[in-house]
């Protein structure tokens, strides 16, 4: 309380205004997959195409990057993705790990001119370089150059870099360091050492090789790459970090089951991660990709017999779909990301209350295999959401349900704005931590998640022609006893009634006589 000592006008400023709640973002997707270059078991955040490719894709000649890896399906899903309407995205490049740690490139060490038993330039390659780099330590040009000046000139292919007239130091022009890490794509110079005369310490002429990292052969890729481990940030328990996750794609597990690197237990014991992850996680749902080649029969299998998932953090597509590769030639590959960014474009374009189903898929040919009607009411039924072929319509996403078994949570959209309810209100009500647990409190609260979710009902996502009949809040003495006060608890009871999709539209015609006067 402030004090009052002498008489005067006192102007205080007092927070007794509505606190309001902010809707989290719905539309963030993580991939897990292997790329052929670019940081290795942690997550990076990506929001473009672009962006991908300059931070995954491998240097080739001309100074390009190209994404893609040869039986690697993580570029086109992260592709398909933003070209279906996502906007930002984490990837997380998995590399099998030796020891725990993954296979760099030893540093170039280039002699000194005074004496080749000590270093004076130490280069390393760029993160995700993979071939090997020459460097090339010429005199300096030009008339009356610098003391201890000297150019260094960069090779990897028909990609060149020269920096001239660089020094170890400041007196002799442009610090080498400076000069090379703030404009190479190819080295970063790790340290150059400058003790003694500058001319003396300048770094021997002559060519280096800067030798490629030795990557860890991907046959030896297993399902504990993809599976990672949270405290070293890898794989997909890495993800643990990027809290604004909401939907989670592993469709590199196919490419290691093709290649033969996982069997269908193993891609099981992967994708059985996922779940468990998004479980744990519980603000973010995993999008499975069934195993190639299947016929809808063969599905149907896999679905109720070979894994048998119950999860409402869960959905699985099917089939895979064709689109257009690298060389130009249709090729198939797993749905997921696709269908991702079709998820991110129906929470933008309507909201995440609407079910992500009846939408074109951007970017594809066709599907692997038809699905006729008939094979759909087998697979609907058990939560195989079908992408289907339509005359004049297009291919669409023809499916919008969970592997649960619970009615209450069957259909996607359901679980996605819970959620979303859930995260906001979490995020909205961080104030009231160790606030003091009274009436006033309970009151404050109803009124800030009463407020919240009146602007939900407005924007259709809740079922009702009123709020009261959309929602509830009760925070008063009966969700909060004596003994709930006493272990520093404050219970606050919520109600949804959400939207569900019409997934059957059934219209009743018969025949009418027609009426008289």
Known sequence: MPEYL???????????????????????????????SGPANKPVLVTNWSQFVDTFGALESGGRRNPHMNGAYLSHAVYGYFLNGGGRCYVTRVVPQANG???VAEPLQIPSRSSKALPSLTVSGKDG??????????????????????TIKLRMGTVEESYENVSLGKRGGTNVADAVNTASRLVTIVEAQTTGPIAERAPEIGSYTLRAPVMVAVEKLDSTDF???????????????????????????????????????????????????????????????PLPDLSPQEVKRWREVET?????????????????????????????GHVAGIWARSDTERGVHKAPANEVVRGALEPVSQVTKGEQDTLNPIGVNCIRSFTGRGLRVWGARTLSSDPAWRYINVRRLFNYVEESIEAGTQWVVFEPNDPDLWARVRRDIDAFLTGVWRDGMLFGRTPAEAFYVKCDEETNPQDVRDRGQMIVEIGLAPVKPAEFVIFRISQWAGGGA
């Not at 539309?27 to 292997?34: D, R």
């Open 6 to 36: 002498s008489p005067g006008v006192y102007v205080e400023e007092v927070d007794g205004g509505a606190r309001p709640i902010e809707g989290v973002g719905t539309a963030t997707a993580a991939f897990v997959g292997m790329a052929p």
């Open 129 to 150: 370089q993979n071939q090997d780099v020459t460097v090339e330590i010429a005199p300096p040009t030009g008339e009356s150059p610098p003391e201890g000046s000297f």
């Open 308 to 336: 048998n998932y119950d999860s409402k953090y869960a959905t699985l597509y099917y089939p895979w779909i064709k689109v257009t590769g690298p060389d130009g030639r249709p090729m198939a590959a797993p749905p997921s």
């Open 227 to 289: 599976v990672g481990d949270v405290s070293q940030r890898s794989g997909m328990e890495g993800l643990e970090i990027a809290e604004d996750v909401t939907m989670v794609a592993c469709p590199d597990v196919m490419a290691a089951y093709q290649a033969g690197l996982l069997d269908r237990d193993g891609v099981k014991s992967v994708q059985l991660a996922m779940i468990a992850h998004c479980e744990r996680m519980g603000d973010r749902v995993a999008i499975l990709d």
């Open 101 to 103: 740690s993954t296979p």
